[in-house]
C-alpha cells in the first residue's frame, strides 16, 4: 500500500511539474513581474492603475521579424495606451548567444525609435519560460478581471510580416478592440512567427 502511495504521490507531482511549465493560453490567468526598463527602473503591471489590459510583446532588437514589425508595435501603443491597453515589450534573448540584444544594445534601440512603452530586460529569461514565449515578436493580450490577468490573446500580431498594408487579419488590433467594446475576442489564438528566442547555453 505504501508503495502505491509513493508511486501515485510521485505521478502528481510530475503532473504539476509539466502544468506549471505549460505555455499560457487563452482563458489562463497571468502572473506579473518586476523587469528592469531601459532607464533602469523595474516595472511591474501592478504600477498601472489605471490600465484595462496589456499587450505584452516578446520582441528583441536583432530579429529581421521584429525589426519588419518595429512601427507597427509602436502604433499599437498609440492607439491603444489611452484606451487602457499600453504595450509592454520584453527582450528575454540571451546577450551571450545574441550580443546585438544587451541591455546596451536595447537602450540604444529604445532611443533611436523613440519607444514610448517600457522595453524590459528578461535576463534570467524566466519570464518568457513562465509565458511560455517561443519566438519575437510573440504578444499576449491580457485583460484586467476581477482583480485578475486573464489572457485573452496569444500569437501573431496580424497575417503579414513583410507588408503591413497587406495585412488582412490584425490579430492584436480586432483582439483589444473586442476588449474595449465587451466582446468576445474573435481569434484568440495563432501561430507567433518571427525568430527563436535566443536561449542560454546549457552549462555543461
Known amino acids: 500500500m505504501k508503495k502505491v502511495i509513493i508511486l501515485l504521490a510521485g505521478i502528481l507531482l510530475k503532473t504539476i511539474s509539466v502544468t506549471a511549465s505549460e505555455p499560457y493560453k487563452p482563458g489562463d ?4 513581474f518586476s523587469l528592469k526598463n531601459v532607464n533602469g527602473e523595474m516595472v ?41 491597453y ?7 534573448n540571451d546577450k551571450n548567444v545574441s550580443p546585438g540584444d544587451s541591455y ?14 517600457p522595453y524590459l530586460y528578461d535576463e534570467s529569461q524566466k519570464i518568457a519560460k513562465l509565458y511560455g514565449a517561443t519566438n519575437t515578436p510573440h504578444v499576449y493580450v491580457l485583460s484586467k478581471r476581477s482583480g485578475k490577468l486573464i489572457v485573452e490573446y496569444v500569437g501573431a500580431i496580424d497575417n503579414n510580416a513583410d507588408d503591413q498594408t497587406k495585412a ?3 490579430y492584436v488590433v480586432n483582439a483589444v478592440n473586442a476588449l474595449l467594446g465587451n466582446e468576445q475576442v474573435p ?15 546549457t552549462q555543461e
Open 29 to 32: 490567468i497571468a502572473s506579473d
Open 44 to 84: 511591474s503591471f501592478s504600477q498601472f492603475k489605471d490600465a484595462k489590459g496589456f499587450i505584452v510583446v516578446f520582441c528583441c532588437n536583432t530579429c529581421p521579424v521584429v525589426k519588419k514589425y518595429q512601427q507597427r508595435i509602436i502604433d499599437l501603443n498609440n492607439q491603444f495606451s489611452s484606451k487602457g
Open 86 to 92: 499600453p504595450v509592454i515589450a520584453i527582450n528575454s
Open 104 to 117: 546596451e544594445d536595447m537602450q540604444k534601440v529604445a532611443r533611436e525609435r523613440g519607444y514610448d512603452f
Open 168 to 170: 488582412d487579419k490584425k
Open 187 to 201: 481569434v484568440a489564438e495563432t501561430k507567433a512567427i518571427g525568430c527563436g528566442i535566443k536561449w542560454k547555453k
